[in-house]
């Protein structure tokens, strides 16, 4: 299936979206800015070697976020982090409850275990805003801008 890049949303789709991630489901639409760099306190920096990846190389264009949950609380707090087409970006995620992770667009979906570091290695391929998201309770843990 053809990566979906998210929308905005009406506000009645905002609210079925509110509905639907409630009881959850997964969605592909969203009322959030497509534009918006990433924030001061996000943490993105170069990856020298990506912990936990599949890839064996490490290019330039690589980075890592690093996204922690406590509860319901996201450190740094969710951001739209622009990638480039033909970039990769390392998304790292550590929580405190088992739960599982999901960039939406990428079609990655891994299992995270209480405090145990997960990657998700996302290659920026078609443009686009993207979320990445944890199912339970359902969390937008970052966007990720595709261009």
């Known amino acids: 299936m053809p990566r979906q890049p998210l929308t905005r949303a009406a ?4 609210m079925a979206l509110t509905v639907a991630m409630a009881i959850g489901a997964c969605s592909s639409a969203t009322s959030g800015d497509t534009t918006a760099p ?3 306190g996000s943490s993105v920096s170069p990856a020298s070697s990506p912990t936990g990846s599949s890839s064996a190389a490490t290019s330039a264009s690589t980075r890592t976020v690093d996204v922690s949950v406590k509860g319901t609380t996201i ?5 739209t982090i622009p990638l480039k087409v033909g970039e990769t970006i ?5 929580s405190d409850h088992a739960d599982e992770v999901h960039a939406h667009g990428f079609e990655v979906e ?5 405090g145990v570091p ?4 996302l290659k920026g391929d078609v443009p686009g805003v993207y979320e990445v998201e944890l199912h339970h309770p359902p969390l937008t843990l970052l966007q990720i801008a595709v261009s």
């Open 11 to 14: 506000p009645a789709c905002a």
């Open 38 to 40: 990433s924030s001061p």
């Open 75 to 79: 450190t740094p707090p969710p951001a």
């Open 90 to 94: 390392n998304v790292v995620v550590t």
């Open 110 to 114: 891994k299992e995270v275990k209480p």
């Open 118 to 121: 997960v990657t998700l290695e």
